[in-house]
């Protein structure tokens, strides 16, 4: 079992629809990140999160740490928000130069 | 501008040959990384590197070595390639955990092909 969990795997929604991605883990960490890869590739970091809550323009991103669980929601949803996004934990080891462990990632098509 | 870019974006190459592929941030980050994307899009660490450690996933075979010339940089160096090595690889950089500063930021990947 991926120590990383996400639902749904795959979304697609209409245009202007609320989206949730959830994300679980099974591990003790120090930080989360939701990344989002477009069709091209690219990863880009959306947000980084170690408690409470973050907002960047229409998206927001939730963690709960006794509860090992994160969400990332996305408000009046735009077909250029269909990408992949996916959850990611920083593992807490104690050491300061390890690496991401990564769930399997969200796809999410918007439809105009 | 910056960011954290890599070289080549593209590499077709016959199994059996050495390859490198450069890696390079100009962000100020202390630690950097390489990722492998497999066919499946899921995404695995390699290697992580600041200049206090190197850590190696367990379970990346020896063929694959960092080399980082300064805080930089850092390549990676594959040995006798494999079809198996086939897949998109991604390099990052970050500050260090225990600074707790933002700023993950991931190369556009170099997609790499052996056949």
């Known amino acids: 079992k991926n120590e990383v969990e996400q639902s749904p795997q795959n979304l697609t929604a209409q245009e202007g629809e609320f989206i949730t991605i959830n994300c679980s883990y099974s591990v003790g960490i120090s930080a989360l990140h939701w990344l989002q890869q477009h069709p091209g590739g690219g990863i880009v970091s959306l947000f980084m999160?170690?408690?409470g809550k973050k907002k960047h323009g229409r998206l927001i991103a939730t963690i709960n740490i006794q509860e090992k669980h994160s969400s990332l929601h996305i408000t009046a949803s735009h077909p250029r928000d269909s990408a992949v996004y996916i959850c990611a934990v920083k593992k807490y080891s104690g050491g300061g130069a390890d690496g991401l462990t990564f769930g399997k990632g969200t796809h999410l098509i918007i439809q105009p | 501008d910056t960011a954290v870019s890599q070289t080549p974006k593209y590499l077709v190459t016959q199994m059996g040959n050495d390859k490198s592929i450069k890696c390079e941030q100009n962000?100020?980050?202390?630690?950097m990384y390489w990722y492998k994307q497999d066919s499946k899009k899921f995404l695995k660490i390699m290697f992580s590197y600041n200049n206090k450690e190197l850590i190696i996933n367990e379970t990346v075979p020896n063929r694959f070595s960092p080399k980082s010339p300064d805080k930089a940089h850092l390549n990676l160096h594959i040995n006798s390639l494999e079809l198996g090595d086939s897949a998109v690889y991604f390099c990052?950089?970050?500050?260090?955990?225990?600074?707790?500063?933002?700023?993950?930021?991931f190369g556009s990947g170099t997609r790499l092909t052996v056949v």
């Open positions: 962000l100020g980050h202390d630690t």
């Open positions: 990052a950089s970050s500050f260090s955990w225990d600074r707790g500063l933002d700023g993950y930021t």
């Open positions: 999160l170690s408690s």
